[in-house]
């Protein structure tokens, strides 16, 4: 059953620290995403990756980091330095960069800070 | 001014009408144009995807896309309570550059019984 999984689904950090939110898929993609979403701003792209230890800054990059150490694998780490962390976080991966290659998204995770 | 507008309703209508949702975007390099259905607390999901001008149908659902006035639409027939979601248009300018996709604010639509 191919799919993209993230976890936890619900995460809650005190102001400070780091928090991991992990993305897996299993599609053979290549390419994944990190996207976050607020209410009334539809999904702003964070970092993205076209293929294993490269990955390139998306539109709100300041205070996250990401790693690709793994095709499957794609990590997102929200640094105490992002001033307003509470968002829906949704990864997502597609075959490749291209226009016509379809992102398909996984069930995202919340992150509330305390 | 955001380079893809959305209103973001919300819209209520009754069980059994058609619904039309729209956005318009100012960037005349996108050529691929998606509807994604996001349910409450869940990832988005793909529901249409059409590349340049034109109507695309499947079942229910009927995209259409005007790229001389830069809109494109969404039509639901017969709508359903399990219709009920956000709907967020999404479009990339694909070729041979990053297919980076610009998405709307999102409609959330609510059908009642």
């Known amino acids: 059953d191919g799919g993209i999984t993230q976890s936890p689904k619900y995460l809650f950090r005190k102001e400070g620290q780091n928090v991991t939110l992990s993305c897996e898929q299993n599609?053979?993609?290549?390419?994944m995403y990190w996207y976050r979403q607020d209410p009334g701003q539809g999904l702003r792209l964070i970092y993205y990756s076209q293929i294993v230890n490269d990955f390139q800054k998306g539109d709100i990059a300041e205070g996250y980091s990401v790693s690709r150490e793994k095709k499957e694998s794609f990590p997102l780490t929200v640094t105490s330095a992002q001033k307003n962390p509470t968002a829906f976080y949704l990864c997502?991966?597609?075959?490749?960069?291209?226009?016509?290659?379809?992102?398909?998204f996984g069930p995202g995770t919340r992150l509330t800070v305390l | 001014q955001k380079e893809v507008e959305q209103d973001p309703g919300p819209l209520s209508v009754p069980e059994g009408a058609i619904v039309s949702l729209n956005c318009t975007y100012s960037n005349s390099a996108f050529q691929y144009f998606m509807w994604y259905r996001q349910y409450s607390r869940k990832g988005p999901e793909l529901l249409m995807y059409?590349?340049?001008?034109g109507n695309k149908e499947d079942g229910r659902f009927t995209a259409q896309v005007d790229k001389s006035s830069k809109y494109i639409s969404l039509f639901i027939r017969d709508s359903q309570p399990s219709d009920s979601a956000t709907y967020l248009c999404?479009?990339?300018?694909?070729?041979?550059?990053?297919?980076?996709?610009?998405f709307g604010q999102g409609t959330i639509l609510t059908v009642h019984p």
């Open positions: 999404a479009m990339s300018a694909g070729g041979t550059s990053y297919g980076k996709l610009t």
């Open positions: 997502a991966s597609s075959k490749g960069l291209a226009g016509t290659d379809t992102q398909y």
């Open positions: 599609l053979n993609h290549d390419a």
């Open positions: 059409t590349y340049s001008s």
